[in-house]
């Protein structure tokens, strides 16, 4: 017999190792697990994965009608979800100068007041009487607008849906236009304000003045049969006159 070669052994050694670690590469995984997990984008603990936008769809979002005031103009964001509004911003508001401060001082606490409210029926922030006015005015518009589209804004879908809102003519007046816009639930007046009022110089302080009381008295007296303001002798005819009209409409 043939002796092998020194060569040939040594070549066919080589190749026996080299398939040997061959085969041991190959029953290792292909990469290391931990790799491999952090190359998949974890969600945070709790969150969960978009739901194809089923929340979207019961929520609408709704913007008021823009409302000039003395410092510039007012307009109300709502969001409505279920019924309920769950948020309230505005969108345009009084700047420059003092307005910047009323305003970033004034708007939360509308906001606020809004959401836990449901309705316009809300106080105006001491200090930010014209922003506040502006603020409801557009308000009461986006929750129109809401419960025309079918959203059943407020506190409750039954007393939603029997309001209504009416807006009465315009009244001339010797100082300025008077125009009164009112909320009938269930054949009461349950909420009155002036959209438009006299203003600029003395007017403005007498308006500011005479308007919160002709609304808090046309709630509670139900009806165009309110005494006038001291000193807003004008402005209170106006008001009542257009009032009325409001509650002609209304059928009240």
């Known amino acids: 017999m043939k002796k092998s070669h020194p060569i040939r052994r040594a070549v066919l050694a080589t190749a026996a190792t080299v398939s040997g670690i061959v085969l041991l590469l190959s029953l290792k995984p292909a990469s290391d ?3 491999a997990a952090a190359a998949v984008p974890q969600q945070p603990p709790g969150a969960a994965a978009p739901q194809g936008g089923a929340q ?25 979800s279920g019924g309920k509004v ?23 606490e509308l906001n606020q007041a809004a959401v836990a409210a449901g309705s316009a029926d809300i106080d105006a922030v001491s200090g930010a009487t014209y922003t506040s006015a502006g603020y409801r005015q557009s308000l009461q518009s986006a929750l129109d607008k809401a419960l025309a589209g079918g959203g059943q804004a407020g506190q409750g879908s039954g007393d939603a849906q029997a309001a209504r809102t009416v807006t009465g003519a315009v009244a001339e007046t010797q100082y300025g236009p008077v125009q009164v816009r009112i909320t009938v ?12 009022a006299p203003s600029g110089g003395r007017s403005s302080q007498i308006t500011a003045d005479a308007v919160p009381e002709l609304n808090q008295a046309a709630v509670a007296a139900g009806s165009a ?20 009209s409001a509650l002609d409409q209304a059928g009240g």
Do not use: F, M, N
């Not at 929520?59 to 709502?78: F, I, K, N």
């Not at 948020?87 to 939360?108: C, F, L, M």
């Not at 807003?232 to 008001?239: D, K, L, M, P």
């Open 33 to 35: 697990p931990g790799s």
């Open 56 to 80: 979207a769809a019961g929520t609408a979002t709704v913007d008021g009608a823009v409302v000039q005031t003395q410092y510039g103009p007012v307009q109300v964001r709502l969001t409505v």
């Open 86 to 108: 769950t948020r309230s911003e505005a969108v345009q508001a009084p700047s420059g100068g003092r307005s910047s401060q009323i305003t970033a001082d004034a708007v939360p």
């Open 185 to 196: 639930t269930g054949g009461k007046v349950t909420r009155s304000e002036a959209v438009q």
């Open 225 to 244: 049969d309110i005494d006038a303001v001291s000193g807003a002798t004008y402005t209170s005819a106006g008001y009542r006159q257009s009032l009325q």
